[in-house]
């Protein structure tokens, strides 16, 4: 009767709440806790603004922050370094975002973009931001891989999936896209 009325303290949620709590007894089933709270704290802001590059939504890249959690704490992969585990991360983060697009595109719905100009801000830099979240998905992941986490080619290369060469294409079409929307225009000058 005891198992029906308390659910059991095995699974991954239970054991998650007792530690953080800090009531957890079990040293070695709180290890992968530990490593994820930890994985947060390095690597979270990357795995946040590379949903965001995707999505254009802070409240979906957050929730892409926490799927990617989960998939640590399920998969609990081993890893040989601290970039690896990032690069790992980011992958998982990466491709949740194109599942989250490919759902919208198959399920369309209107929605309310919760991004406001900020006051001050630089209008010529809210141009090239508007620019870059107008390149389909697969330029602007590369784009935002290169220019704003500052990886290589052959870094963006492993973390994708893709060759190295078909990064450099991608960026450089990326570019000759971002080069004709300001032709004609006075920006730069």
Known sequence: MEGVLTPPRRGLLARLRLWLAGTSQEDDRTQPLED??????????????????YLHRRDEA???LQDTLLQYLQKAPPFSSAEHEKAWLLRVAANLSKNRL??????PQEELSDLL??????????????????LPPKYRV???????????TVEIARL?????????SLLARARGLLRENWEGDDFGE
């Open 160 to 168: 994708l999936g893709k060759k190295e060469s078909t990064v450099r």
């Open 117 to 134: 100009p900020a006051e001050n801000e630089d209008p010529r830099l809210e141009e090239v931001w508007d620019s870059v979240k107008a």
């Open 142 to 152: 590369v784009v935002h891989l290169y220019y704003y986490e500052q990886y290589t």
């Open 36 to 53: 994820a709270a930890l994985a947060l704290r390095r690597h979270g802001d990357a795995i946040l603004r590379l949903a965001f590059s």
């Open 102 to 107: 490919s759902y919208w595109q198959r399920h």
């Open 62 to 64: 957050e929730d892409v």
